[in-house]
């Protein structure tokens, strides 16, 4: 789960990224975090609903201890439109936040713990302020919303239920196929096989940016691979496993499920089940395979046995 302890863990990490209007300021952010021996992850750039889905999916599913925490840092142009896609994800609670006494209202009330930051309205200076200022600032302590004193009783008790009752908010609502835009543009179509990947099938929906549903037969793998891309996809049948490479994590992905893999990063992929998914991305379509089918093969085999054993 997300950070949610009442005081700042000793030791904090903060996964960062910002849309190309947020790219300076949070570059500028992460060097005044690693001033103060943050540790910072960070995702680079890319469009605001791509990295702030991204960071908000990584912060909900860090694992949280009372000496460590995980956080989130975003920035795009207004501050708004990554926050809203990092709330799409349960026990994150992104704001935005255009001074320093914002910061200071959202730590005490929301126990905010993902900072959105608008790259167009807020200086560096007036940035790091808010940064100290939302580090620093324990969940429920007094702020300018409590007219710097102490919350009653009640209204503390509420803020703690809030926080159990906020992340079940959606997650037993069901979205029927029939429904679902995506399941649709995908009914009746025949997809072509990938020559390259045995066991998969694919079909362009629309090109620059192109996107595309894809289907892997139970137990297919991909190889080791890496794009000149950054792809987002989200799962809609099956499950599969994501090892990134580059990164050294390793992503279970069921339905519903989204993620994003930078340009560069070499991911291998193993199908548990039939699986079909939505996948997005910029420019002409290109795989570069960094091993061959037989040496995944026997890298998954190698991972999931260490991992049951």
């Known amino acids: 789960?997300?950070?949610?302890?009442?005081?700042?863990?000793?030791?904090?990490?903060?996964?960062?990224?910002?849309?190309?209007?947020?790219?300076?300021?949070?570059?500028?952010?992460?060097?005044?975090?690693?001033?103060?021996?943050?540790?910072?992850?960070?995702?680079g750039t890319t469009s605001y609903y791509n990295i702030g889905a991204e960071v908000g999916r990584r912060v909900s599913s860090a694992t949280t201890s009372?000496?460590?925490?995980?956080?989130?840092?975003?920035?795009?142009?207004?501050?708004?439109?990554?926050?809203?896609?990092?709330?799409?994800?349960?026990?994150?609670?992104?704001?935005?936040?255009?001074?320093?006494?914002?910061?200071?209202?959202?730590?005490?009330?929301?126990?905010?713990?993902?900072?959105?930051?608008?790259?167009?309205?807020?200086?560096?200076d007036t940035a790091k302020e808010i940064v100290d200022t939302w580090l620093n600032t324990p969940f429920k302590s007094p702020c300018p919303a409590s007219k710097s004193q102490p919350w009653p009783e009640e209204i503390s008790n509420f803020f703690d239920e809030s926080m159990t009752e906020m992340p079940k908010i959606g997650t037993s609502e069901k979205t029927q196929?029939?429904?679902?835009?995506?399941?649709?543009?995908?009914?009746?179509?025949?997809?072509?096989?990938?020559?390259l990947i045995p066991g998969g099938s694919m079909k362009i929906l629309r090109e620059n940016p192109t996107s595309a549903i894809v289907r892997f037969k139970a137990?297919?793998?991909?190889?080791?691979?890496?794009?000149?891309?950054?792809h987002c996809l989200v799962v809609m049948k099956g499950?599969?496993?994501?090892?990134?490479?580059?990164?050294?994590?390793?992503?279970?992905?069921?339905?519903?499920?989204?993620?994003?893999?930078?340009?560069?990063?070499?991911?291998?992929?193993?199908?548990?089940?039939?699986?079909?998914?939505?996948?997005k991305w910029d420019g002409k379509w290109d795989m570069f395979f960094n091993e061959d089918l037989e040496t995944a093969k026997i890298a998954i085999e190698k991972e999931l046995a260490n991992a049951s054993a």
């Open 1 to 43: 789960m997300t950070d949610s302890v009442t005081t700042m863990p000793l030791s904090l990490k903060i996964i960062a990224g910002a849309d190309s209007f947020g790219a300076e300021l949070k570059d500028a952010m992460l060097s005044h975090l690693r001033s103060l021996n943050i540790e910072v992850e960070d995702l």
């Open 66 to 124: 009372p000496t460590v925490g995980t956080r989130g840092l975003l920035a795009c142009g207004t501050g708004v439109g990554v926050g809203i896609f990092a709330n799409k994800f349960p026990g994150v609670f992104a704001t935005t936040c255009l001074t320093s006494d914002e910061a200071r209202n959202n730590r005490s009330i929301n126990n905010c713990n993902v900072l959105a930051l608008s790259g167009m309205s807020t200086s560096i």
């Open 177 to 195: 196929a029939e429904s679902c835009a995506i399941c649709c543009l995908v009914k009746n179509r025949e997809l072509n096989p990938i020559d």
């Open 219 to 230: 137990g297919s793998v991909e190889p080791a691979h890496h794009h000149t891309f950054g």
């Open 239 to 279: 499950k599969k496993s994501v090892w990134n490479l580059s990164k050294e994590e390793k992503y279970d992905l069921g339905v519903g499920d989204y993620l994003f893999t930078p340009a560069g990063d070499v991911h291998r992929v193993k199908y548990y089940q039939d699986t079909e998914f939505f996948i």
